[in-house]
DNA sequence: CATGAATGAGTTTTCATTCAT
DNA sequence: GATGAATGAAAACTCATTCAT
């Protein structure tokens, strides 16, 4: 009756499966990733997938699901002790220059792989707005924060200038996804980070 | 012994397949649309395709170099007559504003899809590079123009400023590709408007 | 435009594929048989199957339809210019008859097949209950006019005697179905002509 | 060295894995039926059933026989005290009435199910004969037992009397496999009984 | 002993490409 | 030249059976 393998065993397995998929997915990209390709990277049988997931695409969704909890808990996680609007939003500048070109373009591509994947199935598309809403509220109140306190201007519309914010941030890393040298878009990042405070600021952002 | 069929024919014939391919591409994405798709919305025959394309794959790249090519020509005639630096970047705004959510989300997923496919053929990433660039050049361009009027502040980094406007050009497309309505589109465009003009200009921005 | 091939030779293909596959079918059952089995027995590709039906499910139920609307056509012309109704049913007993136990075990054991595959599928069920229906109806009506005629006597329940009918003819059938010689069954047959007789006749039937 | 587990405990055990197999095959069919539904619906294991039985064909044809040696051994038991000819045929009737179509339509698939399965395989062919024959050498000894009576027409085939007797009960019960209510049931057997008695008694049957 | 995770050959179905007509 | 029937190599997924724990 008792199972012979633990529960930790099994949500070990299907870790390690979800890793090894996730690895093909951002070599090869999700259509173009066939099970065979998963399954010889791992060096386990094809049945083994199919008893912890039920379909190539389960596990597609479940990683995008895991990646996009992750990041907004990571988030909400950091800024418990941290007050200032400004020091959170430099902070959110600081994370992005601390990844390397290399990680963001594996990030990249899953990541709009899935935006266009989802975008063509209603049921997946209102699960991604939620979780892209989140990432929205998530920086809009650290806005409204900035805006009661003063330290950012008052006339500021928190949800438009939070959707600025990722835009910015998007909109770069797309620029990049091709090519570029991390010192660039080190660079890059700079210079958003200026605009982006000259915006929310109130007078020119100096 | 003149061809059966004029060179104009040809050149016809091969264009309108390009467009109701794309259109099929547009609708479907490039792996997902098969070639039974495209030939059933032109009311060709599948050998017809084969003999002005020698595959799927070069269909969907010679399309795409024409789209890229098609937008930089465009936005290089419009200028010709039109001198000052904040005019043409009000007028690449007005035309984002034109151009409704629909068309939007149809040209960004066409556009992310190639990237994606792109990024995993060097030869292709070598050829999208160039003519991302031609984007980059063109405001840049723009940019130290009004640089050198005065138009626009004499401290920013012309290349720089022009990554960062496409970033948040595509970016805030990115953020709307899944859902929100063409209103709200409007007014981010506004407000992005409104962002880049702040940071492009000596002062405040207004 | 106009397409390669003639609308017959198109027909005269279909036709061959679904010879083919009854062939299989009634060799191993349709469970059993693969689609690979198919294509070897014809000699064509997989892909020829499936432009011409979407699955192998589908072969199995037009094969099934055809065969039963025969069934029921050909019986129907046989009977225009047979006017007595005892006359109609030695009619039918003779066709009994004349059918072999190979031919009659390939037939039953197809129809068996099906009628079992079709009791897990209500969408099926009711098709089946259609043509069983028709067959009924078809002696029953036989027999209505052989009791008017005086033929039969005045108090048979003509859609019960018809039900009975054919129960007597599938029963024997199955009987026969796994084993017993050919002469054996004619015996079989003509005492089940006789009880079938006794029963519909006033008298003893003799 | 005695045993962990009794002998008993064993064919407990066993019995209770066909019966819950027989559940299964029934429900879904032999083929369509995985060893997962079995284990699933006995919540035991996959290899407590693989050490009782060496495959799921073999479970199916052990289940197979002991439902026939069952239905011929329970007659057999009923009739020792039952002397009249007529008695246990109208007794026969009494049982097939007694049976629900429900239960009618499980047992008829399973037996057919079988049946076809066994026609392709000469191994099984034999054992089911055998078994047929069984059921047809005991109404057999019936009539013969009523032909001298004289209970019975003397002019029997008393073989062939039986087949017919089987057929008509076969044969009715394939009529209401896939449609059809209790009461029709029960009424199409009234007719059937009335018909086997009008053949088997001398006179009409009356 | 019992367990159930793992195996992998086998199944149906798809689709880019070819080539006889 | 144009056609579209035919090809067949993949692809996703299943499931009877085994065997390490």
């Given at each position: ?33 066939t099970v065979d ?132 941030r998007d909109g ?35």
């Open positions: 009756m008792s199972p012979k393998v633990s529960q930790a065993y099994k949500e070990g397995k299907r870790a390690a499966i979800l890793e090894g998929a996730l690895h093909c997915f951002t070599e090869k990209g999700f259509q173009a990733t390709d998963i399954v010889r990277h791992l060096g386990i049988s094809k049945g083994a997938i199919y008893s912890y997931f039920s379909s190539k695409e389960e596990m597609y969704i479940e990683m995008a699901e895991d990646k996009m909890g992750a990041m907004v808990d990571s988030l909400s996680e950091q800024f418990k002790s941290m007050p200032s609007a400004k020091e959170r939003i430099l902070y959110l500048f600081g994370r992005f220059r601390g990844q390397s070109l290399g990680e963001l373009r594996q990030w990249l591509s899953f990541h709009l792989e899935f935006m266009l994947y989802a975008a063509r199935q209603p049921r997946l598309t209102e699960r991604w707005t939620q979780y892209a809403g989140k990432a929205i509220a998530f920086v809009q109140r650290i806005i409204e924060t900035g805006m009661q306190t003063g330290e950012l201007r008052a006339d500021l519309d928190a949800a438009q200038a939070s959707r600025l914010f990722w835009s910015v770069l890393a797309l620029q990049y996804l091709l090519a570029g040298a991390d010192t660039e878009y080190g660079q890059a990042i700079d210079e958003s980070e200026k605009m982006v405070f000259r915006y929310i600021l109130g007078g020119d952002g100096s």
